[in-house]
């Protein structure tokens, strides 16, 4: 049986003992849910890529309490200060060197000379991480190419009885995963789109940003996690929709007033369970909040696939716009 754990301090000590002894725990940060282990123990760690199913080659984020804490397992550089000073604790991801003696489980890295490092700010996740002591890997809790989860009850669904514990903390407040960015370069490169825009990274280094979600396959950094199929709901998605096939459901942004569906009638007047709308008001942050949770209740209905409205590309729009290419095989 998963228990569903509201984080009160009994629950929290109680997970951070599960973590010391090598267990695996659901834990909610402000992007979405993590399986979260301990990333210096290499049996834990290969727990969790067995729960998920995912492949080996592919490595997992370092989640720690401070920058004191990071220190103590990469090469911290002038960016990454830069950057942690302006971001963190928050939903923005380094990949710096390995130290040297770092303590982390080269599984964790998948025997790549870089482990990728994050400081979230979400309060339970920084109990946690106090609580334990431990620097903890943790991946989004789903099971390897699916929809990343944002709240507790999509832990469940995915895991069932394998996961013991989930400190459940209601809704994730971001809901796309945080941005990652290479630091070990002379020019910082954004391997993933995430609250945190490259824009914004750029504006605190005073430096270039390369982009290389938008750089040829050839030429591309390696993130193994960044090749692969990704964030799909069970249904088909069809991208920049202007209209709804009869076999269709919607996800919608904005207003779905000029949406017709095709063959007749307006996509306003779906059944229930084949409309979501991300943000009836335009809004990105909400309709980030909103994104895979909405995937995973229109994959319930009984449509052949979603059709999906354009989002813009600005902002979080883009993080919004990468995962739906993705779920989509676009990428
Ligand atoms: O918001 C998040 O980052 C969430 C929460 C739980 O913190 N975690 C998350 O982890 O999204 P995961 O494992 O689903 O995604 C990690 C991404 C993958 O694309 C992986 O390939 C990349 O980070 N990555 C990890 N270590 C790396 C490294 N050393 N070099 C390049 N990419 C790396
Ligand atoms: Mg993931």
Redesign the pocket.
């Known amino acids: 049986m998963t228990t569903l754990l509201a984080p009160t301090p009994d629950a929290i000590a109680r997970a951070a003992d599960m973590l010391k002894n090598g267990g695996v725990i659901g834990?909610p940060?402000e992007?979405?849910?993590?399986?979260a282990a301990n990333a210096n123990d290499g049996e834990a760690v290969a727990r969790i890529y067995t729960l998920k199913d995912?492949p080996q080659f592919?490595?997992?984020?370092v989640?720690v309490a401070s920058v004191e804490q990071a220190r103590e397992l990469v090469d911290f550089n002038a960016f990454a200060e830069e950057l942690a000073n302006a971001y963190w604790p928050g939903?923005l991801?380094f990949?710096l060197p390995r130290k040297k003696g770092s303590p982390v489980s080269e599984l964790?890295?998948?025997g790549?000379p870089?482990?990728?490092i994050?400081c979230?700010s979400h309060p339970v996740a920084q109990s946690v991480l106090k609580a334990c002591g431990l620097p903890l890997a943790?991946?989004?809790?789903?099971r390897s190419g699916r929809p990343?989860p944002t709240s507790p009850q999509h832990v469940v669904a995915e895991f069932g009885d394998a996961l013991p514990i989930v400190l459940a903390a209601g809704a994730s407040h971001i809901g796309?995963?945080?941005t990652?960015v290479?630091l070990t370069g002379e020019t910082p490169v954004l391997?993933?789109h995430?609250a945190i825009t490259a824009q914004m990274i750029a504006n605190v280094l005073s430096h270039d940003v390369i982009d290389s979600t938008l750089l040829e396959d050839g030429v591309k950094p390696?993130?193994?996690?960044?090749t692969l199929k990704h964030y799909a709901p069970r249904l088909p998605l069809r991208l920049r929709a202007v209209d709804v096939a009869a076999d269709e459901a919607l996800l919608a942004f904005g207003k779905t007033t000029f949406m017709g569906v095709r063959g007749g009638g307006h996509a306003k007047n779906l059944p229930a369970d084949r409309i979501r709308n991300l943000s009836e008001n335009g809004d990105l942050y909400e309709a980030a909040a909103n994104l895979f949770g909405h995937l995973r209740q229109l994959e319930l209905s009984d449509a052949k696939g979603i059709a999906v409205m354009d989002i813009p590309d600005t902002g979080i729009g883009t993080a919004i716009r990468d995962r739906l290419e993705r779920a989509a095989g676009e990428r």
């Open positions: 834990l940060t992007t979405v849910y993590g399986l995912r592919n490595p997992l984020i989640h939903p991801t990949v964790v890295s998948a790549l870089t482990i990728a994050r979230p943790a991946p989004s809790a789903n990343s796309v995963e945080s990652v290479d391997l993933r995430g390696r993130s193994p996690g960044q």
